[in-house]
C-alpha cells in the first residue's frame, strides 16, 4: 500500500532554513515522479518542485532558493528551503504520480513570520 508522510515543517523567520522530507512506503520512489506542492490559505494548491529521474523542474519564485532531492536508497524526498520569504507560508504536501494514479501525503505547515 503506498503512504507519504511528510515531516519537517514549523515556524521560521524570513531568511531562515527548513528541511521537509516525504519518507514513502509501499513501492520504488526513484522509479515515479515525485513533488512538493504547497497550498496557501485561500489560495489553490501549486506545484514548489519535482523530481523525476535526473529531470527537475522548480516553479519560479522558489528557483535558487529550493532544492529537491532523493536519498540515495530511493525512500525519501527532500525539499531543502532557503532564504524563506513570507509568501512561502503554506501547507507542503508530498506527491506522488502513478500511472493513472496520484498519492498524496497528508502535508506539513511551513510558516514564515518575524
Not at 39 to 58: V, W
Not at 94 to 104: L, N, Q, S, V
Amino acid at each position: 500500500q503506498v503512504h507519504l508522510v511528510e515531516s519537517g515543517g514549523g515556524l521560521v523567520q524570513p531568511g531562515g532554513s527548513l528541511k521537509l522530507s516525504c519518507t514513502a512506503s509501499g513501492f520504488t520512489l526513484s522509479s515515479y515522479s515525485m513533488s512538493w506542492y504547497r497550498q496557501a490559505p485561500g489560495k489553490e494548491r501549486e506545484l514548489a518542485a519535482r523530481i523525476f529521474n535526473t529531470r527537475i523542474t522548480y516553479r519560479d519564485s522558489v528557483k535558487g532558493r529550493f532544492t529537491i532531492s532523493r536519498d540515495n536508497g530511493g525512500s525519501t524526498v527532500y525539499l531543502q528551503m532557503n532564504s524563506l520569504k513570507p509568501e512561502d507560508t503554506g501547507k507542503y504536501y508530498c506527491r506522488a504520480d502513478f500511472p493513472g494514479t496520484i498519492y498524496w501525503g497528508q502535508g506539513t505547515q511551513v510558516t514564515v513570520s518575524s
